[in-house]
T-cell receptor, first 110, second 115 residues
Framework: DAKTTQPNSMESNEEEPVHLPCNHSTISGTDYIHWYRQLPSQGPEYVIHGLTSNVNNRMASLAIAEDRKSSTLILHRATLRDAAVYYCTDTGAGSYQLTFGKGTKLSVIP | KAGVTQTPRYLIKTRGQQVTLSCSPISGHRSVSWYQQTPGQGLQFLFEYFSETQRNKGNFPGRFSGRQFSNSRSEMNVSTLELGDSALYLC??????????????FGSGTRLTVV
């Protein structure tokens, strides 16, 4: 199974940018990188995904290292509603499952 | 559009009983997956269905089973419940397997407590 490593927790001040790192130690060339987040008492929520190039959407940006062994989820202006556990994962072509690690618990300080 | 709907939201069962959980995916989504979430083990993959066929199964005992109907709705069943089966059970749906670059949409889950 794919294995990712993330810091257990991070803190950010409200309205500041947040960079959440992830290491993808076993990623292969065709694996997509996905990020999800889970707010308290809810199921995980899809945030963003990418293959090789950096990606932007309305929620966040995803920066992927050239060797693809690391990725960074960027929240441009953290809000209190962004306080959640953030999970990164990488999935192979034709994969039918997500393998979640422990994730990073993000706290946002008002 | 409606999201992934899981029923019931909460359930209390006694050891040895069996339970059936239901999941209605987003309209048009044909891939449905199930995950178990516990404080100790985190999020763990149970199984995935596409067009009524189970294509992958996680490392869970045979007491855990599932199925998918022709309208893509899915059910999972746990027989002979054990205390350790207490968990949040999450269903997720997608247009295609996640490895093809598709994200999953998760439901809010069913909280199962076994006493």
């Amino acid at each position: 199974d794919a294995k990712t490593t993330q810091p257990n927790s991070m803190e950010s001040n409200e309205e500041e940018p947040v960079h959440l790192p992830c290491n993808h130690s076993t990623i292969s060339g065709t694996d997509y990188i996905h990020w999800y987040r889970q707010l308290p008492s809810q199921g995980p929520e899809y945030v963003i995904h990418g293959l090789t190039s950096n990606v932007n959407n309305r929620m966040a940006s995803l920066a992927i290292a050239e060797d693809r062994k690391s990725s960074t989820l960027i929240l441009h202006r953290a809000t209190l509603r962004d306080a959640a556990v953030y999970y990164c994962t990488d999935t192979g072509a034709g994969s039918y499952q997500l393998t979640f690690g422990k994730g990073t618990k993000l706290s946002v300080i008002p | 559009k409606a999201g992934v709907t899981q029923t019931p939201r909460y359930l209390i069962k006694t050891r040895g009983q069996q339970v059936t959980l239901s999941c209605s995916p987003i309209s048009g989504h044909r891939s449905v997956s199930w995950y178990q979430q516990t404080p100790g083990q985190g999020l763990q993959f149970l199984f995935e269905y596409f067009s009524e066929t189970q294509r992958n199964k996680g490392n869970f005992p045979g007491r855990f089973s599932g199925r998918q109907f022709s309208n893509s709705r899915s059910e999972m069943n746990v027989s002979t419940l054990e205390l350790g089966d207490s968990a949040l059970y999450l269903c997720a749906s997608s247009l295609a397997p996640t490895g093809q670059g598709r994200g999953y949409t998760f439901g809010s889950g069913t909280r199962l407590t076994v006493v």
